[in-house]
């Protein structure tokens, strides 16, 4: 069975904490990406990664970055969290370059408070 | 802009009935799409997908129906079950990585 790994299910952060979100697929996959749920507003693309070492922004990367050192980890930092920052933070793998399906890990659930 | 809208944030069906939930796109440049389920407390799951080639296509009790010339998009669901209790999203793709999601709407079924 594939399976995507967010290592912490639910944090709870104060305010300017450093926030590590790790995730780990076992697909040999080439595509890492990190979205973020909120409801009413759908998933939400903050970043991804076609590669090791690479990484564009997606949608709302602000207050976001980024790391893939290796293919099958993919880090999600928070270099100074603020409560607009609390959510749901889906990571999410694929292994084609053209659109297809996203294999999605249980969510990591973040408060900051 | 891009956006991927629903027309019912919730849904509720009787076990045994089908079910339709819709979702309307707005860019008609795109070629992919993609129906995912999200039970309680887990990530989305992929339940069927379409291209742009293609107006109806069926899984397991599950059909997807395309018409592009609304840009709208439905997935019907047969002989709705308890464990189909859960959020639908629908998300579209115009090609490359960026794949943009609907906000998603929640089925109940009643038994």
């Known amino acids: 069975d594939v399976k995507v790994t967010q290592s912490s299910r639910y944090l709870v952060k104060r305010t300017g904490e450093k926030v590590f979100l790790e995730c780990v697929q076992d697909?040999?996959?080439?595509?890492m990406f990190w979205y973020r749920q909120d409801p009413g507003l759908g998933l939400r693309l903050i970043y991804f990664s076609y590669d090791v070492k690479m990484k564009e922004k997606g949608d709302i990367p602000e207050g976001y970055s980024v790391s893939r050192e290796k293919k099958e980890r993919f880090s999600l930092i928070l270099e100074s969290a603020s409560t607009n920052q609390t959510s749901m933070y889906l990571c999410a793998s694929s292994l084609h370059v053209q659109p297809g399906e996203l294999f999605f890990g249980e969510g990591s659930r973040l408060t900051v408070l | 802009g891009e956006s991927v809208g629903l027309h019912l944030p919730t849904l509720s069906v009787q076990e045994g009935d089908n079910s339709i939930i819709n979702c309307a796109y707005s860019n008609s440049a795109s070629d992919y799409f993609i129906w995912y389920k999200q039970e309680s407390g887990k990530g989305p799951q992929f339940i069927i997908d379409?291209?742009?080639?293609?107006d109806k296509r069926q899984g397991q009790r599950v059909t997807v129906l395309l018409n592009k010339t609304v840009k709208h998009l439905s997935l019907q669901i047969a002989a709705t079950q308890p464990g189909d209790s859960a959020v639908y999203f629908c998300?579209?793709?115009?090609?490359?990585?960026?794949?943009?999601f609907g906000a998603g709407t929640r089925l109940f079924v009643k038994a």
């Open positions: 697909m040999d996959h080439e595509n």
């Open positions: 379409i291209r742009s080639n293609m």
């Open positions: 998300a579209e793709n115009t090609g490359g990585f960026k794949t943009i």
